[in-house]
Each structure stands twice: as structure tokens, then as C-alpha cells.
């Protein structure tokens, strides 16, 4: 019975875990690292916010949690599209206007996961999941290098300066500022101009001829 | 009297505050912002803790101007390299050398500006900071443009770009592992490599034909 009692309380555990995680998620998406505090988080999940500490020993824990889950899903999801079909610029091309598209759709996201200013256990998760992103590339890399399409002198400082590039020219466009413009109409980016952008940027800038124009 | 007093006080207010200031940027120089703690500031300052919050509300303000001293200073020294003599391509490529070369000879700071986990005062800075980098680079762009020497779709999208990459491909060479990797004897960048890549990298990425080799 001991056993089955605590075996069921870790599944309890881990049940009420993942719902304070998806509340948290939740409230980044809609207001970024800035609206998740530990009192409306608990209101949301309907606990105690002493409940929410013997999940979480403090924000920046929590931040951090949400942070790597959300940034696992974009680096998976680019992992796919850079191991599909075609050329490595043809790959590289449509990784970068899938990534691009897919925090343009979710903007508030996207920004508290690039840029927004945050605890300090985000910004070491930042660090880690840029070397992940860097990795995706180092591979697309050597393989361009291999047949020829890409002409490099460091592939894993060309790496990172991809992934610098990509994610500096959406902080601009992602930005809540950015946002106010285009609600005020003034101009302000669109995801075609970023994404023609940044993919010419990046191909010319691994010596890989005419940039890929397909979708 | 009562004005003379009132002046002197504040020459006395402002001069301990620079004191403090240098205090803390010779923390930040020897052991990034993770050295900058109230007490041990304190104590260089020769200071009681309670004076030094007098002066600073608290860490993640003082670190910000810490931040933003330091940056203003790369600003400015970037700035002059570019508005320098020669074509658009030779002065970036200069820009981005000495850029480099600064770093690497104070990288403990360095890594502290551009990527240390750190108070999201410090975070916020960082965010003006790289918009302050992209208007150089706009403005060299433009010019570069202008001149026939660069084809970029979009100015600013491709202002941060550079920013970013330029940014980036530092953030391994100079993070604390590097070091320890280089002290361990294994393999690690040295400058030239990281300034042949970085040039390359962007002169191309702008469409600037060959890189300009020159220092």
C-alpha cells in the first residue's frame, strides 16, 4: 500500500507540475517573461502560491523551465526542416523562413525568447540553446562544405554567426515597440521583407551563389 | 555659505560616485558581473555597504551603468574606425578587426558585455546598446549602398544582422570555458581566425565581392 500511495502522489506531482508549466507558458505567450509572476501564476493554476514554491523553488527557476521547453520546440522543429530534401542552401533557406514565420505567429513568445530582458537563469538557458541552435548549423555546414555549395573558413564560427544574425533581425521586427508601430501604422516590417532578407544575408554570406528563392 | 557648502557636497557625492564606478568596472574587468557584489564593492570603495546604496538602489542598477559606460565606449571607439578613411567595405572590415581585437585583449569584460546571465537592468542596456551598434552599421550601409559597393534589400533588418553575428561568433571565443580550454592546451580560436572569419562573413553577406584583407 506505502508503495502505491507514494507511487500515485508522484503521478499527482508531476500531473499538477506540467499544469503550473502549461499556465505558465501561457502567460509568456501572451505577455511575455513580464506577466509570469508567482501569485497570478498560482490564481491561474488554482493553487496556493506556497503550492507553486514546492514545485518551483523561485522565478527565475520557473522562467528558465518554460524558457527551455518553448526553445526545445523550435530547435526540434528546425532540426527537422534543415535534415529534409534538397541542396543545404535550399535547406537552409527554408529552415530560416520557417523559424522566421513561426515566431512572426507567435511574436510575444518568440521575443521573450530571444530578447526579453530577464532573470539571470533564462539568460544562461539563452547560452545553452544557442549552442544547440549553432550545432543544427555546424552540421548543415559541413555537409555544404562537403558538396561544395558553401565556402566557409570556420564552420562552427560561421555557426555562430548565423545564429546571431537570424536572431538579431528579429528582435527589431518581434519587438513590443515594433508592435505599437504597426497598430499606429507607421512602418514596420513584414515577414516576407525579413525573411527575403535574412535568407539572402545568410546565403550570400556562406558563398553559396544565388540565393535559393523557393518557399 | 550655505550654497558653497551645498556645492562642495555635491563635488564630494560625485566624485565618490566615480569611485565607486571604477571600483566596479575593475571587478567587471577581473571577474565579469558575477564579481560585483554590494559587500565586496564596498570594501574596494572603502565604503560602508549602506553608503554605497545611497548611491545605487540597488545591484541591477549599478551594473547597468557599469554596462553602459563600458559599451559607450566600444560605441565610440567603433564609430571613429568606420567614419575613418577608405572605401565602406575597408572600413567595416577595419571596424570589425578592431572590434575583435579589443575584446580579446579585455575578454573577461567583453564576455560580461555581450553575453554574461546577468540582471535584466543589465539586459535592458544591452537591448539599447546593440540598437546603437545598428545605427553605425546603418549608416555605413547606406553609404556603402550609395557608393555601389554593397547590395542589401533592407538597411536596418541588415544592420542587425551584422550586430548580431558580429556579436555571436565572439560569445564562444571569449566565454570563460574557451579560456579554460586554452589553458588546458586544447584546441581553441585565436583572433586571426575569429577576424578572417567575421570579415568574410559579412563582407559577402552584404554582396561586397572580394573581403578587403587589409588590417
Given at each position: 500500500m506505502a508503495y502505491r500511495t507514494t507511487a500515485a502522489r508522484l503521478d499527482r506531482d508531476q500531473s499538477l507540475r506540467n499544469r503550473i508549466l502549461a499556465c505558465a507558458h501561457a502567460r509568456v505567450v501572451d505577455g511575455g517573461f513580464a506577466a509570469l509572476t508567482m501569485q497570478a501564476l498560482a490564481e491561474d493554476a488554482g493553487i496556493a502560491t506556497g503550492s507553486l514554491y514546492r514545485h518551483f523553488g523561485n522565478k527565475g527557476e520557473l522562467a528558465a523551465e518554460v524558457f527551455a521547453r518553448a526553445s526545445q520546440q523550435e530547435v526540434d522543429s528546425l532540426a527537422t526542416v534543415l535534415r529534409g530534401d534538397g541542396s543545404a542552401a535550399e535547406r537552409l533557406a527554408r529552415g530560416l523562413r520557417q523559424f522566421a514565420a513561426r515566431a512572426w505567429n507567435s511574436r510575444r513568445l518568440a521575443f521573450a525568447l530571444i530578447a526579453?530582458?530577464?532573470?539571470p537563469e533564462v539568460d544562461e538557458q539563452r547560452l545553452l540553446y544557442r549552442e544547440a541552435y549553432a550545432e543544427l548549423f555546424e552540421r548543415l555546414l559541413e555537409e555544404g562544405r562537403d558538396r561544395g555549395e558553401f565556402q566557409v573558413p570556420s564552420i562552427p564560427l560561421t555557426a555562430a554567426c548565423l545564429v546571431g544574425a537570424i536572431a538579431e533581425s528579429l528582435v527589431g521586427p518581434l519587438s513590443p515597440p515594433a508592435r505599437a508601430l504597426r497598430e499606429a501604422g507607421h512602418r514596420a516590417d513584414d515577414l516576407d521583407s525579413v525573411c527575403d532578407n535574412l535568407v539572402t544575408f545568410c546565403l550570400r554570406a556562406l558563398g553559396a551563389g544565388q540565393p535559393a528563392l523557393e518557399n
Open positions: 526579453e530582458p530577464v532573470d
